[in-house]
């Protein structure tokens, strides 16, 4: 078993060693620029994206002409919620997104309202699923877009996109899905979710980084101002010349997620369950954060009451995870969308993010809980907050020097 | 983030953890800190009849930093009088710790320990 045990699925995940021998010979053989239409070099590049945008468009049930290919999720958030909001903003100014969305969104959403739009920043469940009737209530006749993620990237929360896609359809609201920790892990029909825009991210799902796509809707059409102009590349909707192998890559990437999903979300969700017993059944006190049935399978999220999120992570350094506390970030701000669940303060500090993956096994599995059990338990002794709960002292009641 | 040697020692090893009996009139408490602010220090010390403090102990919830800073000042106060634990100052904390910018709070933290479980101690002498 090598150390540290990889648990940052919801990070990044390894390419596939099945992806990188598909990316390969386009390096140094086939180097050619897929938009040289005068010779072999050019041609041989142009059918390998031919390729990868059909593996692309498969995956999400789309026309591959409906793909454009992006730096990533991030870029793909911004040219869709920064492209629609340009394109149609003599329709109507207005925006809804959750609190609970990837900074892609979120900032993008603020930079627009520095710019007059006006952004409505949605309030989640306690669950972290969007409330419905709640979303039709901010809808007004200048709403434009509205833009939910699939799968959140801290608790794992699955939000209901078709009915989101239903009412926004009903609504003639545009509806742009960020899907990059939803792809590969949960079948996406763009057409049963009505979903007009959905980013995509390839180092999500065993491909390369820097590379991603936005899918955008023809039939009906949805219409966008581009962010970077050039040579006109993706009928201009984003300009700069396509680079063949990552593209390969996200395309195997896709084939292969599509063709594994089933198998690899059982075998996945075994495990998470696995780590999710062998943690709770051993300690008292955790609290699991987000919707335990609308999550994603390599998912768990646990608040670890009277023992701090980073001092846990340096009990438990043979594992590689992420944890909402403050101190791992350089804001000191605990975790914004753990926040926005209602988890307080105290307990959002205390949250560590597992995340499983197509290659954690069930031997890592045990040893991380074991390594988990044993940290927390010492840090406990540790702790002052533990003790006086020992004590019986309710700690609600006492009076802390915020500081 | 990368951690100083120091304070992955004194995280590993921490020195004096546990508790005084609090009833004690020979004991000082301090307790800073929030719990969410992600940092709460216990401070406990002991202090004989010639002034000088025999016995620490602390107790932390916290960062690796605030677990550190807490262990290094049960050594430091350790065999001091009173006004000698007082003079010790966050700088000196987090000079020694190496602590970044960001962890700062974590070494004024365990000098308002100090003074806290001082204040205890004094309140407490007066008291009985």
Not at chain 1, 101 to 117: M, Q, S
Not at chain 2, 21 to 50: F, W
Request: include cysteine; charge should be negative; proline fraction near 4%.
């Amino acid at each position: 078993m090598k150390l540290p045990i990889y648990m940052d699925y919801q990070a990044t995940t390894p390419v596939d060693p099945r992806v990188l021998d598909a990316m390969l010979p386009w390096f140094v053989e086939k180097f050619g620029n897929p938009a040289s239409r005068s010779h072999a070099y050019g041609w041989e590049a142009d059918a390998a994206v031919t390729k990868a945008r059909k593996q692309v468009a498969s995956l999400i049930k789309a026309d591959p002409r409906e793909i454009v290919f992006t730096s990533g999720a991030t870029e793909s958030d911004n040219l869709a919620i920064w492209g629609v909001a340009h394109f149609y903003r003599e329709k109507g100014n207005h925006i809804i997104t959750p609190t609970t969305e990837h900074k892609a969104v979120l900032d993008t959403c603020r930079h627009l309202e520095a710019e007059g739009f006006q952004v409505t920043f949605l309030p989640v469940q306690s669950n972290g699923l969007v409330d419905l009737r709640m979303l039709e209530a901010a809808m007004t006749d200048q709403t434009i877009l509205v833009s939910v993620m699939a799968v959140n990237n801290e608790v794992g929360v699955i939000q209901p996109l078709e009915a989101i896609g239903r009412l926004c359809r009903s609504r003639k609201v545009l509806f742009h899905c960020d899907a990059a920790q939803g792809l590969g892990k949960m079948p996406m029909d763009v057409n049963a979710m009505n979903i007009d825009l959905l980013s995509i991210s390839a180092h999500k799902i065993y491909g390369p980084k820097g590379i991603g796509a936005l899918y955008v809707r023809r039939q009906p059409r949805v219409r966008l101002k581009a962010i970077l102009h050039g040579g006109g590349h993706e009928r201009g909707m984003r300009s700069g010349t396509l680079p063949t192998p990552l593209l390969v890559g996200l395309g195997e990437a896709c084939q292969l997620a599509a063709s594994e999903m089933v198998a690899e979300h059982q075998r996945v969700l075994a495990l998470r369950e696995r780590l999710r017993h062998g943690i709770m059944s051993q300690l008292t006190h955790v609290e699991l954060n987000g919707d335990l049935q609308a999550r994603v399978a390599g998912n768990l999220n646990i608040s670890f009451n009277y023992v701090e999120g980073e001092s846990l992570m340096m009990a438990i350094k043979d594992v590689a995870v992420s944890s909402g506390s403050a101190c791992t970030s350089a804001s000191l701000e605990p975790s914004y969308v753990l926040r926005a669940l209602g988890v307080n303060e105290e307990m959002a500090h205390t949250s560590i993010r597992f995340g499983l993956g197509r290659f954690s096994t069930e031997e890592e599995v045990d040893y991380v809980v074991h390594i988990v059990v044993n940290g927390v338990n010492k840090l406990r002794e540790m702790s002052p907050l533990w003790e006086m709960v020992q004590d019986g002292v309710d700690l609600n009641n006492l009076q802390w020097a915020a500081h | 983030m990368a951690y100083n040697e120091k304070v992955l020692d004194h995280y590993e090893n921490p020195r004096n953890v546990g508790s005084l009996d609090k009833q004690d009139a020979s004991v000082g408490t301090g307790m800073v800190g929030a719990p969410a602010c992600g940092d709460v220090m216990k401070l406990q010390i002991r202090v004989n009849e010639e002034g000088i403090i025999d016995d620490a102990k602390f107790k932390t919830f916290g960062c690796g930093s605030a677990i550190a800073a807490s262990s290094l000042v049960t050594e430091w106060v350790k065999g001091k009088s009173i006004d000698e634990a007082l003079a010790i100052k966050n700088k000196d904390i987090a000079e020694e710790l190496a602590l970044p910018p960001v962890k700062i709070h974590c070494s004024v933290l365990a000098e308002d320990a100090i003074k806290s479980a001082v204040a205890d101690y004094r309140s407490k002498q007066k008291g009985g």
